[in-house]
């Protein structure tokens, strides 16, 4: 009955082809999403346990034959052009010349392992792009929905896992801060699109998210991870925005609110009372307040970038002198990233990879924003937006399913017939169980 309703509603729309996906459609994307899930787990896995590394690194390279082979399937080489797709191929064009200009001076077999498997800044995150030649339909996103929640699952059980590393009191432990981002970069910031639709979520998996969410703010706050904090505060009241603007319980929803801020209140102030940075919980971040940690390393960037640097960049593994900060890693004091995206996407392709990405970006949040009728494509612009903010204090420009999932997030705010659906059909889209519709199927396979 639940696909009968269906069919006969996106009959009615006239949109069958962008919400019910064809039996090899779903295949594929299953396949997909399986191997960025894979690829996700052996990386983290990688930089967070010294042992069974080889093990890891087989399990993102048969990730990456597994993605490989869904992309070959999904990817339509015919698909039909307009200023969206057409724009990603003029921004591909530049990432090829980026990676084509690069610096390999240095390239060994260490170096080639890192552009293969090293998902923060090796060469896989130039070709993120491509994924705008799939389809787009609605069970793209909500798979996209259920890799989330897949993931928030993994957070969960390796925080319970590394609790003692993550919370280990010794703020300089390294590895105790590259556990806490990296489970978070990869993990943990993906279920702020599912956080963003609260209201299309199973009632079962609504106190996961809370529970991963209190979790990653836990985390945060005790490593004194300003931007981790920042980034799921922003997250956190967009969430709770959308939730209250779409949620029939308006009122208990506000008491709820209020109780909870009324007790984060209560909380601060008497940490407060008893001297934040004595207090156990909160001593890290009062430690580090407003202390400058990024000034020494900007002004060595800043210094060493010529005019044509700035404008055209210097090329894929290009470097800045900056003697003094990780000469372990960095031979001659030559740093070849910067933990601020905006200046690590302009060291590597110049003020031109800015102004092409904002060319495709900045459209879909208008179009998502301001000409859908449904909540969900607002949310995914808002989601776009967020990722755009965030490129100033973080790493999100990498090959994870965050950054998956703005590319995708952007072809359907570009997806006018996906803008054009009713909230009530997307609402039963994602809280309804259904089939394929076994006529267009056929069509499709035909």
Not at 144 to 155: G, P, R
Not at 164 to 177: E, H, P, T
Not at 289 to 305: A, P, Q, S
Request: net charge neutral; glycine share 6%; hydrophobic share 50%.
């Amino acid at each position: 009955m639940v696909e009968a309703s269906y069919i006969k509603s996106s009959n009615e729309i006239g949109i069958e082809r962008y919400v019910f996906p064809t039996k090899s459609y779903a295949l594929y994307i299953s396949i997909f999403y399986l191997s960025l899930i894979g690829l996700s787990v052996g990386f983290v896995m990688s930089l967070t346990s010294f042992s069974f590394n080889s093990l890891y690194q087989a399990l993102e390279l048969f990730s990456y034959i597994l993605l490989v082979f869904s992309l070959t399937k999904l990817i339509k080489v015919n698909a039909e052009l307009s200023y969206f797709r057409m724009m990603v191929v003029i921004y591909m064009i530049w990432q090829v010349l980026i990676l084509v200009r690069g610096d390999y001076s240095t390239f060994d077999y260490f170096e080639l392992k890192q552009f293969i498997f090293d998902l923060n800044y090796g060469g896989s995150l130039y070709f993120i792009p491509l994924l705008v030649f799939i389809n787009f339909n609605m069970y793209l996103i909500k798979r996209l929905f259920d890799t989330a929640i897949i993931l928030s699952v993994i957070y969960f059980l390796f925080f319970f896992l590394n609790f003692g590393v993550l919370f280990d009191s010794d703020l300089s432990n390294l590895i105790s801060q590259g556990a806490a981002e990296t489970y978070f970069k990869y993990l943990a910031i993906p279920i702020g699109i599912l956080v963003l639709n609260f209201n299309l979520l199973n009632d079962k998996v609504k106190p996961l998210i809370l529970v991963v969410l209190l979790m990653v703010f836990a985390v945060a706050i005790f490593r004194a991870r300003r931007g981790m904090i920042f980034m799921a505060a922003l997250i956190t009241f967009f969430g709770g925005l959308n939730f209250f603007i779409t949620s029939e319980r308006k009122f208990s929803i506000l008491f709820y609110l209020t109780y909870g801020l009324f007790g984060v209140f209560l909380l601060f102030f008497y940490s407060i009372g008893e001297d934040l940075g004595s207090n156990f919980f909160f001593k890290n971040v009062a430690s580090r307040g407003l202390e400058d940690t990024r000034g020494y390393v900007e002004n060595c960037f800043f210094n060493d970038m010529s005019s044509y640097d700035w404008f055209f960049g210097k090329g894929f593994n290009g470097g800045y002198k900056c003697p003094g900060i990780d000469e372990s890693i960095f031979e001659g004091g030559l740093r070849r990233v910067i933990e601020t995206d905006v200046l690590q996407l302009i060291m590597n392709g110049g003020i031109v990879n800015i102004f092409l990405l904002l060319a495709i970006i900045l459209p879909a949040i208008i179009l998502g924003l301001f000409y859908s009728n449904n909540n969900l494509v607002k949310t995914l612009a808002i989601w776009i937006l967020l990722w755009l903010i965030f490129l100033y204090p973080a790493n999100v420009y990498s090959f994870s399913i965050f950054h998956i999932s703005i590319w995708l997030s952007a072809g359907i705010c570009f997806t006018s017939p996906i803008r054009n659906l009713p909230n009530s059909f997307v609402k039963k889209y994602f809280l309804s169980e259904f089939t394929m519709k076994p006529e267009l199927n056929k069509k499709n396979n035909a």
